[in-house]
């Protein structure tokens, strides 16, 4: 009887062992505010994979730059200060060369439909077909999943502008491509990050800013925001929101590392609709706090025209500057991938269940373990 119960002790204590040895808490950070899209789908993305792995794997979150801001956010993931991050591209040239090329292609997003087909086209490219990006992600130790996009960016400003002469001499909160499309515009770009934008236009230190409509709610702008130009002029469509530290991505089991990628298509579709979604919500609430909607004038719409006409070039230009050498295919690749996304999202329409199919069918199906 006590050998008995001696080896049952045993077995329940290397059970008990084996448990605590599999079973890990991954931490994540991401500098935006812990509220909006981003926050809630990555939330629920991590629930399902700790379902989907049985508990093994739990997750902690971290929000609103506590693991730190938008330059630190890539040595934090690659230092394992956390095992894993999101990031926008768009900050990190010098880091991820190639990489970011990405994020001056959105400025040729002109509807919803675009944005959808561009975020499909990035994710694609970037996990299946350009081996710079990779490396240069790997070279930072970090090992990318999924890119997803905002809604459209607009001018959105405290002061009442309703056509383009409006916007000479106004300080605007702008940064990257929309920087330059705002002194094209007479305009004077003010550089703050997204979390100092709102402490910026309280202060009177910028007129106006260029962001996703939903930032009136998500960042607070619609207490102060009176007016916005019906045209969308830019949108990032690479935020880089799933990222694992390479050594902690290859430490997970093929199980593991299956229920991650299996619970991607859902977490990339879920961001892009409920961001087009809350930026829709936040606009309504906005008019209700008396924002009123312009449409842009002709000059306005000639210098958008040009303003996207040039927008390869200019990737190109910035990318060799950088050192990228293969800056002219990386630009062909992707205006094919665009065509074969605004096809599919031709076809499917605004369907968040038939666009989680197609990337799932045509993206992380495809992804190697």
Known sequence: MYLKKTIAITVASFALSATSVTARDITYAHFLPAAGSIRDATVAYFDRVSKATDGELT??????????????MLDTIGSQTVDAGGIVDAYLR???PTASMFSDF????????????YSAAVTEQQLLSCQECTADYENNNVKLLATTAVAPYYIMCKPEVTSTADMVGKKVRAVGNPANLMQQMGAVPVSVTTAEMYEAMQRGQADCST???????????GEFVKSMINEPINDY??????????????????????????ELPAFVAQINFEALSDADKAIEAAKANGLKIYEPDD???????????????????????????????VVSDFEALVEKWSAIVT???MDQDAY????RTEIYSKLPN
């Open 59 to 72: 997750f902690e979150t971290f929000w609103a730059g506590a693991m730190g801001g938008p330059v630190e």
């Open 94 to 96: 010098s880091s991820i």
């Open 106 to 117: 959105g400025r040729l997003v002109s509807s919803n439909e675009d944005m959808l087909a």
């Open 211 to 221: 962001g996703s409509a939903a930032w009136l709610d998500e960042y607070k702008l």
């Open 237 to 262: 469509i690479s935020s880089g929101n799933i990222l694992f530290n390479l050594d902690v991505w290859n430490d997970f089991s093929d199980a593991q590392r299956a229920a991650f990628v299996e």
């Open 299 to 329: 000059e306005f719409k000639t210098l958008i025209a040009e303003f996207r006409g040039g927008t390869f070039a200019d990737a190109i230009t910035t990318a060799e500057g950088t050192g990228v050498k293969v800056a002219d295919r």
């Open 347 to 349: 076809d499917i329409g």
């Open 356 to 359: 989680e199919e197609a990337l």
